[in-house]
């Protein structure tokens, strides 16, 4: 059930941009570190342009539109995202790999790192932002 | 199980970036010592490593595949690398450097999910297999064992619902509560086919799946070492355990990829956290500077072992520099070679090598190729040497090595081979040859001589031979030349003599003297020349030579042109005699002489008696001639023309007779009488000198004549001052 909605939001976000004012940090700057996977750093701009380093596939060059930027930005209070702990320490083993997600408007700016997976708004909305930037 | 999660949350660790920092105890038991156990849950149908599509050959992989990770487990106890958890202790104790390989078993039971990324096997289905399979084979239970399970190429695995082996992670090592106790394992996916899990990989082994889980192995089973349950060994920073901070970093890494060997086998492993360094290791020591010291091995060798020592030759100093350590790589490694002052560097390396690195188990060899830049001496040992200089992969100086290897002189003297004596004649030409041989056939031999009498010269033919020559102008007598070969690679010169025997030269003495010859007079000059070989004068000259006519003698000296002459008056008997030339030697000479027969004639006591001059030149040797007669003007025929019957052969008056020998004066006119007036001598010489008249004419009572030459005639009895009985002779020589 989780997957279907996850699906749905990124079809509706992953359509052609418009081109949207650059700022000085992305909008959104997420990733993996540590464990045993090879981490990488991905970031949606402001305009919609998305940019990727390190050992994550990509579906390829994707921009997304102001209002898929804006649904995400929706979807991030939807989970409660501004009000998350900056550090989610779930149980886990050795070896996985801890996820972060940054988000940074004109008005806030938040990092919340999550080792273990076992927050739900968490989880949502990290797996939807790299969907939408094309990332599997 | 909820005991399990309750540690893992102790445990929980974030991967931040900053991994600098020590990794501290949090109150639990490490693994004192590992007992480890491999599953290979691998149902039919299923591989490790890709599908090749025939059967044998993927049941071939997966046993490689599990035998590598077998020699893992099997000899990572006692390594460098398993020894970086040593300095690690928990509540049971300090870690040791044991780790033992306790079996393994292939599972061929199904999986309970279809392992893909929808239908992903869970953490509980790991479980339970390890702790079906332990009841199977007995394996037991506590925290100093662990248990590694290793499923299948492309089966997906996730923790949770959002930490899969497809985005989370590429293993783990988890615990739970067994039925008999606490259960350390973890999960082993086919690390390669997930993605995104290293690159690990030793060349030759041929499998580059089972390298990239041996990294993966290596990560989970160390860290299971130093934290078993979650409460040990981690960074407070949340960046990880020992493993964590450290993933995928190799350090330098050998020719084949290898950076650690473990009873001499290569592996490509992550290096492990070290707290006593605040950074990743392969190895740990128990003092500073807390990591093994590789010491290198250097070795010389400079061939061949012996030459001849001659510039151009080649010798090739060959060094190889070894890093024998298991774990630890040198760095900064420069080998500073110096040549000793006989020999100089052609080419190849350089005298001063920056090695670099030098990772385990490696080697580099370097060939320097050097030459004498002179001759060298026999016996000469030329040693070259170098120092290695060298660091540890922190920096820290470790100390010099050196090595060297020598090459010796060996050259052999060379041989001469010289002529046997040698004799000459003094101012005579000398040519003879000598040459040397050597068995070193590079060898320059310069040859030299020394002692040659004068005259000779010694050329070096620059081809191993020499050759003397020249015209020996020295004294003659016996002279010793010594003549030298030098190879240049001996003090002491190989020589040799050769005597050389100047002898006197041959002469020749010729009397060149006059050999008709005027009784008394006023002299008779001698002469003869004095030649060598009969070819040259004498030099020096001044050779004494000494002439004997009769009792008569005298000595003349050679000038430059080997000419000598000196005079007497003949006073022996008319007719032939012998003039003997003798040349008695010197120092220089052979003696030599000369015998001539001569004629000894006089005139008659007054005036002289004449033929005509065209009756003599008709008249062949030896003839007859009439010299006086009354009849002598129709005997003699005159160039002047027909003489007066008045005219019979003697001139009363000659102007002028020659008074020496030769002839001071030949010529020109006489005058008489007519008929017997005056009368001629009452007797002739037996040898007389005749007048060869051109004319003569009568003037009144007077009749003159001109005359030209003087022939001997032998007289032949009969002669009278009377026109009646004429003189007649045989003509025996020319005069003048």
Known sequence: MRGLAIGVVVAALALPAAAAPAQSKPLFDFGRTGGTRAPFEATIAADGTVSVTGGVRSLGPVTLTKPALQGLLRLAKTVGFWSLPSKIRCPGPGGLVTEYLRIHTATQDKRVDSFGGCRLGFEQLYAVVKAAAGLQ | ?736
């Open chain 2, 1 to 736: 199980m909820k005991r399990a999660l309750l540690a893992v949350c102790a445990a929980a660790f974030f991967a931040s970036p900053a991994l600098a920092g020590n990794i501290t105890w949090h109150g639990g038991n490490v693994q004192v010592t590992s007992t480890t156990h491999a599953i290979f849950w691998l149902p039919p149908g299923q591989h490790f490593e890709p599908t090749t599509g025939n059967a044998a050959t993927d049941a071939a992989n997966d046993t490689r595949y599990e035998n590598f990770m077998i020699r893992y487990l099997q000899n990572v106890g006692g390594s460098d690398l398993y020894n970086t958890t040593t300095q690690y202790t928990g509540a049971n104790g300090q870690i040791t450097n044991v780790s033992t390989f306790a079996g393994s078993t292939v599972d061929t039971n199904a999986y309970p999910h279809a392992g893909t990324t929808v239908d992903p096997l869970g953490n509980d289905d790991l479980q339970n297999e390890v702790d079906a399979v332990r009841a199977a084979q007995g394996w037991p239970a506590g925290d100093q064992n662990g248990y590694f399970i290793f499923t299948a190429n492309g089966i997906q695995s996730c923790f949770n619902s959002s930490n899969c082996s497809y985005n989370a992670y590429c293993a783990y090592h988890y615990w739970f509560d067994g039925t008999d106790g606490a259960i350390s394992w973890a999960n082993m996916p086919e690390a390669r086919s997930l993605g995104g899990c290293g690159s690990a990989n030793v060349t030759g082994d041929n499998d580059a799946d089972a390298d990239i889980e041996l990294d993966v192995l290596s990560h989970e089973h160390l860290e299971m070492v130093t934290d078993p349950q979650g409460d040990g060994w981690y960074d407070t920073n949340y960046s990880g355990e020992n493993g964590d901070k450290c993933v995928r970093t190799y350090g330098i890494r050998n020719s084949i990829g290898a950076n650690i060997y473990m009873n001499n086998f290569a592996f490509q492993l992550q290096r492990e956290w070290s707290n006593a360094i605040s950074g990743c290791a392969m190895s740990y020591e128990t003092s500073a500077p807390f990591i093994n010291q590789p010491t290198l091995q250097l070795s010389a060798s400079l061939a061949p072992a012996t030459f001849p020592g001659n510039p151009g030759d080649a010798l090739v100093y060959t060094l190889t520099v070894t890093n024998p350590s298991n774990a630890e790589a040198a760095t900064n490694l420069v080998l500073n070679t110096t040549l000793p002052a006989g020999l100089t560097r052609t080419g190849g390396a350089s005298l001063s090598i920056n090695v670099g690195n030098l990772a385990v188990h490696d080697s580099a060899t370097y060939a320097i190729n050097v030459t004498p830049g002179s001759w060298l001496l026999d016996g000469s040992v030329e040693t070259v040497s170098t120092v290695a200089g060298y660091q540890d992969i922190l920096g820290n100086v470790r100390p010099d090595i050196a090595a060297s290897d020598s090459s010796t002189v060996v050259n052999a003297q060379p041989t001469l081979n010289l002529p046997g004596p040698q004799t000459q004649d003094y101012h005579d030409a000398l040519t003879f040859g000598i040459s040397a041989t050597d068995v070193n056939a590079g060898d320059t031999i310069t040859l030299t001589a020394s002692g040659l009498p004068a005259g000779l010269t010694f050329t070096d033919n620059g081809n191993r031979t020499g050759t003397v020559s020249g015209t020996l102008t020295a004294t003659p007598g016996v002279y010793t030349a010594t003549f030298t070969a030098n190879d240049h690679h001996h003090t002491t010169l190989v020589n040799g003599t050769v005597t050389i025997t100047v002898t006197t030269e041959e002469t020749t003495l010729t009397y060149t003297g006059p050999t008709v010859i005027l009784q008394g007079g006023s002299g008779l000059t001698l002469q003869a020349r004095l030649l060598e070989d009969g070819t040259v004068a004498p030099n020096p000259f001044g050779q004494t030579i000494h002439f004997t006519i009769g009792s008569d003698s005298c000595n003349g000296t050679t000038d430059a042109t080997g000419l000598a002459q000196c005079s007497v008056i003949p006073t022996g008997p008319l007719g032939n005699e012998t003039i003997t030339s003798t040349f008695a030697g010197d120092t220089y000479y052979k003696p030599s002489s000369d015998s001539d027969t001569v004629i000894v004639f006089s005139f008659p006591s007054r005036g002289a008696f004449a033929v005509g001059d065209r009756t003599l030149a008709e008249a062949g040797p030896s003839a007859t001639v009439t010299w006086w007669s009354d009849s002598w003007w129709a005997l003699n025929s005159l160039t002047g023309g027909t003489a007066p019957l008045s005219f019979k052969g003697f001139a009363g008056v000659v102007t002028t007779l020659p008074t020496t020998s030769p002839a001071n004066v030949c010529g020109t006119t006489f005058k008489t009488g007519p008929g017997n007036s005056p009368p001629p001598t009452e007797g002739v010489p037996t040898y007389m000198g005749v007048l060869v008249a051109t004319s003569a004419t009568k003037s009144g009572s007077t009749v003159n004549g001109t005359w030209s030459g003087i022939v001997v005639v032998r007289t032949d009895p009969g002669y009278s001052p009377s026109p009646g009985h004429p003189g007649t002779g045989t003509i025996v020589g020319v005069f003048c």
